[in-house]
């Protein structure tokens, strides 16, 4: 089914009407660094059910033991991930008494890529999240992205797959256990056109909510939800994400994420998003800036990373916290989606694939245009995406 109405959004161009309290979105596209770079996130509606509850959630520290993952000039990856996983936990176990949450790692272990997945299967964990630093050759590029299982947009997702995937390099018959997989064969680009999940619609609201309170909160450039084949993600059965926090080639953010105030803003992020994505699915409550805004319970235990003892409640860290970035204005770039006799509905067809999509009532007819750009050149990174949505006469406007 989920097949079937992407099929559909590709070739009809089906009025909607977006959710406006939600904050700029779209599945990024374009072809920067790394990975695909974007101030924007795909915002996806996900119907609420009385009867349905998150019971169980499965929190995924990236590599560990003999897999250090990136390394950045100070830190691991494998060591801010793990601290990062266990602040987040001691916020979820401290505001949901009620929700049984699980490791993966609680040390500096290695596990598996197969097994992560299977402790989250064999849990039926009704969430997935894993959570890892970035690296690139350009010491310039920072920011979070969030991923989703996908097809391989773009070559440099690819490559973003292919190093998380190289750790079943480590381990014992990974030939038998993967089925012949070799993340740098032909064949695994094409993977991805055959991998199908019930759970990728909750999944990209997940990675939406992750990646608005990732720039709200912690304060990180938002490089938007993205899509790649990770085999950690490809074998859950649930709802999942993996978190590339940033970057440790980028020295002011390998700092921030290596200190113990830059590890607790992002893991309170992460648990917002999940507050967030719990409040949405269980009781249709969708508003960010409710669950922004309402009260957490702080949590006091000790959180011990390689000897390094952290504290879990707030306090002064013992490293500088980077300035604060100064969110850019307003500006005249905005890109033209279709008009309509009618106002649309906010809850139906391409429109609610969107959100920051602004309606003008003008000449009898409403308007609909989609976010705000500082130049032409930004906005044209992102018109072809826009089109490809099904928004063919989707154009560019001042």
Same mark, same amino acid.
């Given at each position: 089914?989920?097949?079937?109405?992407?099929?559909?959004?590709?070739?009809?161009?089906?009025?909607?009407?977006?959710?406006?309290? &939600?904050?700029?979105?779209?599945?990024?596209?374009?072809?920067?660094?790394?990975?695909?770079?974007?101030?924007?996130?795909?915002?996806?509606?996900?119907?609420?059910?009385?009867?349905?509850?998150?019971?169980?959630?499965?929190?995924?520290?990236?590599?560990? %033991?003999?897999?250090?993952?990136?390394? %950045?000039?100070?830190? +691991?990856?494998?060591?801010?991930?793990?601290?990062?996983?266990?602040?987040?936990?001691?916020?979820?176990?401290?505001?949901?008494?009620?929700?049984?949450?699980?490791?993966?790692?609680? *040390?500096?272990?290695?596990?598996?890529?197969?097994?992560?997945?299977?402790?989250?299967?064999?849990?039926?964990?009704?969430?997935?999240?894993?959570?890892?630093?970035?690296?690139?050759?350009?010491?310039?590029? *920072? @920011?979070?992205?969030?991923?989703?299982?996908?097809?391989?947009?773009?070559?440099?997702?690819?490559?973003?797959?292919?190093?998380?995937?190289?750790?079943?390099?480590?381990?014992?018959?990974?030939?038998?256990?993967?089925?012949?997989?070799? =993340?740098?064969? =032909?064949?695994?680009?094409?993977? @991805?056109?055959?991998?199908?999940?019930?759970?990728?619609?909750? *999944?990209?609201?997940?990675?939406?909510?992750? &990646?608005?309170?990732?720039?709200?909160?912690?304060?990180?450039?938002?490089?938007?939800?993205?899509?790649? @084949?990770?085999?950690?993600?490809?074998?859950?059965?649930?709802?999942?994400?993996?978190?590339?926090?940033?970057?440790?080639?980028?020295?002011?953010?390998?700092?921030?994420?290596?200190?113990?105030?830059? &590890?607790?803003?992002?893991?309170?992020?992460?648990? +917002?998003?999940?507050?967030?994505?719990?409040?949405?699915?269980?009781?249709?409550?969708?508003?960010?800036?409710?669950?922004?805004?309402?009260?957490?319970?702080?949590?006091?235990? +000790?959180?011990?990373?390689?000897?390094?003892?952290?504290?879990? *409640?707030?306090?002064?860290?013992?490293?500088?916290?980077?300035?604060?970035?100064?969110? =850019?204005?307003?500006?005249?770039?905005?890109?033209?989606?279709?008009?309509?006799?009618?106002?649309?509905?906010?809850?139906?067809?391409?429109?609610?694939?969107?959100?920051?999509?602004?309606?003008?009532?003008? @000449?009898? +007819?409403?308007?609909?245009?989609?976010?705000?750009?500082?130049?032409?050149?930004?906005?044209?990174?992102?018109?072809?995406?826009?089109?490809?949505?099904?928004?063919?006469?989707a154009k560019i406007v001042q």
């Amino acid at each position: 089914m989920l097949l079937a109405s992407w099929l559909v959004l590709q070739n009809f161009n089906l009025p909607v009407k977006v959710d406006g309290s &939600q904050e700029a979105g779209l599945m990024n596209g374009s072809n920067r660094g790394k990975s695909m770079e974007s101030n924007s996130v795909l915002s996806l509606s996900a119907p609420s059910n009385p009867s349905y509850r998150i019971k169980t959630i499965v929190l995924d520290a990236g590599h560990g %033991g003999k897999d250090p993952g990136c390394i %950045g000039a100070s830190s +691991k990856e494998k060591d801010n991930a793990l601290a990062i996983v266990l602040h987040l936990g001691a916020l979820l176990e401290a505001n949901f008494p009620e929700l049984k949450v699980i490791y993966t790692r609680d *040390s500096d272990e290695f596990i598996e890529l197969n097994e992560r997945a299977n402790i989250a299967n064999r849990n039926n964990a009704d969430l997935f999240v894993c959570v890892h630093c970035n690296a690139v050759s350009r010491a310039s590029i *920072s @920011g979070s992205e969030t991923y989703v299982l996908g097809l391989h947009k773009v070559a440099h997702n690819l490559e973003v797959a292919k190093r998380e995937n190289a750790s079943i390099y480590l381990e014992d018959d990974y030939e038998k256990k993967y089925s012949g997989y070799d =993340p740098d064969s =032909p064949e695994a680009h094409i993977f @991805g056109s055959t991998w199908q999940s019930a759970y990728l619609e909750q *999944s990209i609201l997940l990675a939406q909510y992750v &990646q608005q309170f990732a720039h709200s909160e912690a304060e990180r450039d938002d490089r938007g939800v993205k899509q790649a @084949g990770f085999l950690v993600l490809k074998e859950t059965a649930m709802p999942s994400v993996l978190i590339e926090t940033g970057y440790l080639t980028n020295a002011t953010e390998e700092q921030y994420l290596a200190s113990s105030e830059g &590890q607790e803003e992002m893991a309170l992020a992460i648990f +917002k998003a999940i507050r967030a994505y719990k409040n949405h699915m269980e009781y249709g409550q969708s508003s960010v800036a409710a669950v922004s805004n309402s009260y957490v319970k702080p949590v006091s235990r +000790k959180i011990v990373v390689n000897s390094t003892t952290t504290s879990s *409640s707030k306090g002064p860290g013992t490293t500088a916290k980077p300035e604060k970035k100064q969110v =850019p204005s307003k500006s005249p770039y905005r890109i033209y989606l279709l008009s309509w006799p009618n106002k649309l509905d906010p809850n139906a067809g391409q429109l609610g694939l969107l959100s920051d999509v602004h309606e003008v009532n003008e @000449g009898g +007819k409403y308007h609909y245009y989609f976010g705000n750009y500082s130049s032409m050149e930004e906005a044209e990174k992102i018109l072809p995406e826009i089109r490809n949505l099904g928004f063919k006469t989707a154009k560019i406007v001042q």
